[in-house]
């Protein structure tokens, strides 16, 4: 099966710092998504980011809070920026590698102290 | 839009007892739909997908799931549960936008307790 990669796998941040998380995928895609899943709680789409272009971001997130980068078909960012305890989520990205199915990185357990 | 409804925030069932978990969804058009496991502290899991082939599809671990039309339906079953089988389980929707598929809509979850 396909891989992504994804890294951290965990951190604890102080307030008002920012994380960067990186997604690595094994074959060339054109759609990268990030999600957010709160304590608790199911997965909510963060943005798609398309290669070559800005990121859609969905209602209730923003670019200065959520800045994604995709340089390439294989590689995304999500940074999550002056973070506060309200941040503390699991955040993971996902793809539609070619031949495969609907993949998920291990995800990224932010604890925001 | 689309979306899924998953009944049932909880479910308990005995250890060997039959599992059924419910999901429904709305479509405008026809949908891949899958179903993920989440143990806890652990990343997602495909179990298995529709994508508009056989309507009952078989996934890992004994689980399967039917697409019914009619009623909007994707329900998980599997015949006997196992104390492994206890975890969060999501039912997800995604469009097939002409071959680049967008991204997925998740239920809310059910948490599924196997009692011995």
């Known amino acids: 099966s396909a891989v992504i990669s994804q890294k951290p796998s965990r951190d604890i941040c102080q307030r008002g710092t920012s994380l960067t998380i990186q997604c690595q995928v094994d074959?060339?895609?054109?759609?990268m998504f990030w999600y957010r899943q709160q304590p608790g709680q199911s997965l909510t789409l963060i943005a798609t980011?398309?290669?070559?272009?800005?990121?859609?971001?969905e209602s209730g997130f923003v670019i200065d809070k959520f800045p994604i980068s995709r340089p390439n078909l294989t590689f995304s960012t999500l940074t999550v920026s002056n973070m506060s305890p309200e941040d503390s989520s699991i955040y993971l990205c996902?793809?539609?590698?070619?031949?495969?199915?609907?993949?998920f990185g291990s995800g990224t357990r932010l604890t925001v102290v | 839009a689309q979306s899924v409804t998953q009944l049932g925030s909880h479910v308990s069932v005995s250890e060997g007892a039959l599992v059924l978990l419910r999901c429904n969804y709305s479509?405008?058009?026809?949908?891949?739909l899958f179903w993920y496991v989440q143990y806890p502290n652990q990343g997602l899991q495909l179990l298995l997908k529709?994508?508009?082939?056989?309507?009952l599809v078989k996934g890992i671990n004994g689980f399967e799931a039917e697409f019914k039309k009619s009623e909007t339906s994707f329900h998980l079953t599997k015949p006997s549960a196992h104390m492994s089988d206890a975890a969060e389980y999501f039912c997800?929707?995604?469009?097939?936008?002409?071959?680049?598929?967008?991204?997925?809509?998740f239920g809310k979850g059910t948490k599924l307790s196997v009692k011995p």
């Open positions: 996902s793809a539609w590698p070619r031949g495969y199915g609907y993949t």
């Open positions: 074959s060339q895609v054109t759609m």
């Open positions: 980011a398309n290669q070559g272009s800005e990121a859609t971001y």
């Open positions: 479509s405008s058009v026809p949908p891949y």
């Open positions: 529709y994508t508009s082939a056989a309507t």
């Open positions: 997800a929707v995604s469009l097939n936008y002409g071959g680049s598929q967008g991204n997925l809509i």
